[in-house]
Structures are given as C-alpha cells and as structure tokens.
Antibody, heavy 122, light 107 residues
Framework: QVQLQESGPGLVKPSQTLSLTCTVS??????????WSWIRQPAGKGLEWIGR???????DYNPSLKSRVTVSVDTSKNQFSLKVSSVTAADTAVYYC??????????????WGQGTLVTVSS | DIQMTQSPSSLSASVGDRVTIICRAS??????LNWYQQKPGKAPKLLIY???SLQSGVPSRFSGSGSGTDFTLTISSLQPEDFATYYC?????????FGQGTKLEIK
C-alpha cells in the first residue's frame, strides 16, 4: 500500500521560503501510473492545487502561485519537494502531498499524506 | 481557469436519508470529475473518479453521475460515518480546481 508523509518546518517567517518534502513508501515514485502533487488548505477553507511533478522532472503549476513555487522530484530517495518563496500570512495552511493515479486520460488523487500545518508568522 | 461550484454549501440530513450534492463546472469538462470525502483533521479520501467510477473499497451507497458541466454525488442511505465535507475536483485541465465543499451534518 502506497503511503505518503510530509516533512518540514511548521513555522516560517514572512518573506522567507517554505520548504516541504514528501516521502513515498510502499511504491516507486518512478511509476508511470502516477504523478505527484502538492495541495493546500487554509484553516476552515477549501482545497487549492499548487502543482505537480512527474518522475521525469516535468512540472505544472497553478498560475496563482507559479512565480513563487517550485516542485521537484528525487527518484533516488523516492521523494518529491515543494518550495514556496516570499511567503506571507496568506500561505498559512495545511499542506498535503498527494499521488494522482492515471487511468487512460483520467487522473485522480488516490493517495494522500496526512497533511502538515505550515504557519507563516514572525 | 475552470471554476467549480457546489450546492448546497451545507446540508442537514438524517441517517437513512438519500442525499444528492451538485457540482457545476464553468465550462465543459467531459467526465473529468472526481469526488472526495474529508473528515475533520484528515486528508481527503477519493470516492468517485471519472464522474461515475467507484473507487475500490468505497461503499456502493455512493454513486456519481453527469458529464459536461453538471454532476451529482448521491449517497443512497446515509450512514453515521458519512457525515463529512465533500469536494468535487476537475481533472480536465490544469490548474486543477476543487469546489468549495459541501458540509453534510446530522439533523
């Protein structure tokens, strides 16, 4: 059973860079059946897709965050990572890493990490 | 970007009730629509993908339908464990987007 686990600082100062890592266990991050995404959820609010990375390193980002976001993959460690630069209080949220299965042209998030709360505050 | 709108935003129902949640896309997304259930403090859980396909292990009381811009999630007979928030999500094109959620509460 594939499991995902986020790790990283829970507190980041304004204007600094938020960095999180997701470790995938029970399966290979290099599998062609999945791609890997970051999704966030401010307290009491809905879900926002941040971006995705494929095992070959190719990426797509949400334009609302694109200029500040980098998602990368390290297949040797079975991990993928998120960096968000120049953070503000608006970036305070629970951050989820998720694996998306690909079935033909369809994709859906079938594996999720437990989520990690990141607070932006001085 | 594609906007996803769910209705209602909240819903009160009783155990055993049949419940329907609506999700509308701002443009046609064919059948590229997924449904998730989220309980407090937990990650979302996939229920339905490709508008009507039941994810493995999900009870058959959950069903999805629709295509184009209008979709529904139906729970045929509510169980106590079904009280949660439900989200639709389009996977037609990036940036992927979610509905604002429907909170299902006990009446």
């Amino acid at each position: 059973q594939v499991q995902l686990q986020e790790s990283g600082p829970g507190l980041v100062k304004p204007s600094q860079t938020l960095s999180l890592t997701c470790t995938v266990s029970g399966g290979s991050i290099s599998s062609s059946s999945h791609y890997w995404s970051w999704i966030r959820q401010p307290a009491g609010k809905g879900l926002e897709w941040i971006g995705r990375v494929y095992a070959d390193g190719s990426t797509d980002y949400n334009p609302s965050l694109k200029s500040r976001v980098t998602v990368s993959v390290d297949t040797s460690k079975n991990q993928f990572s998120l960096k968000v630069s120049s953070v503000t209080a608006a970036d305070t949220a629970v951050y989820y890493c998720a694996g998306a299965a690909r079935s033909g042209s369809y994709s859906f998030f079938d594996h999720w990490g437990q989520g990690t709360l990141v607070t932006v505050s001085s | 970007d594609i906007q996803m709108t769910q209705s209602p935003s909240s819903l009160s129902a009783s155990v055993g009730d049949r419940v329907t949640i609506i999700c509308r896309a701002s443009q046609s997304i064919d059948s590229y629509l997924n449904w998730y259930q989220q309980k407090p403090g937990k990650a979302p859980k996939l229920l339905i993908y490709a508008a009507s396909s039941l994810q493995s292990g999900v009870p058959s009381r959950f069903s999805g339908s629709g295509s184009g811009t209008d979709f529904t999630l139906t729970i045929s007979s509510l169980q106590p464990e079904d009280f949660a928030t439900y989200y639709c999500q389009q996977s037609y094109t990036t940036p992927y987007s979610f509905g604002q959620g429907t909170k299902l509460e006990i009446k």
